[in-house]
């Protein structure tokens, strides 16, 4: 655990000394998410991240945010040639063509899961069976990368047409959009968010 913004709190030693990522850790990091935007906003950053820290692409978000259309997927699915290309020259962003077609073709799936479902929220709560879990981990080594939640979002995503969403990819982002509380049982968050 580190005490780093304020002496008097114990929070989870991954964000370091680093300010963004207290800062994410202490207002966002496994809230749970029920909007639908911002859920697509997740699991666009987590495809960016594969194979880079958090940290990274936190300090790209708010670009990310301009050059993807504030992540509406109805506006990045209609994304042509051009704007691939467009965006691949744009250095604020992580600069990967794999991950921004995969973005594109995501949105798309995204859009119909929305009409299948009524919503992306009502598709991907139902893995947990719309309630958080709550894990109780005393060090970070305990928290896993993956578990057969996750794995089976993967699958169903990847069925869907969902590409980079590994069983990896899906529990970063069943972390990020509240889904599961795995801060520390030290960190203050764990408390809050019971």
Known sequence: MQNNADKNLLRCDWTGDNKEMIKYHDEEWGIPVHNDRKLFEFITLDTFQAGLSWSIVLHKRENFRKVFDNFQADKIAEYNPQKINELLKNGSIIRNRLKIEATINNAKAFLKIQKEFGSF???????????????????????????????????????????????????????????????????????ELI
């Not at 928290?143 to 089976?152: G, L, N, Q, R, Y």
């Open 121 to 191: 929220d009502k598709y991907i709560w139902q893995f947990t069976h719309n309630k958080v879990i709550q894990n109780r981990w005393e060090k970070m080594s305990a928290v896993p990368t993956k578990t057969e939640i996750s794995d089976a979002m993967s699958a169903d995503l990847k069925k869907r047409g969902f590409k980079f969403v590994g069983s990896t990819i899906c529990y970063a982002f069943m972390q990020a959009a509240g889904m599961v509380n795995d801060h520390l049982i030290t960190c203050f968050r764990h408390r």
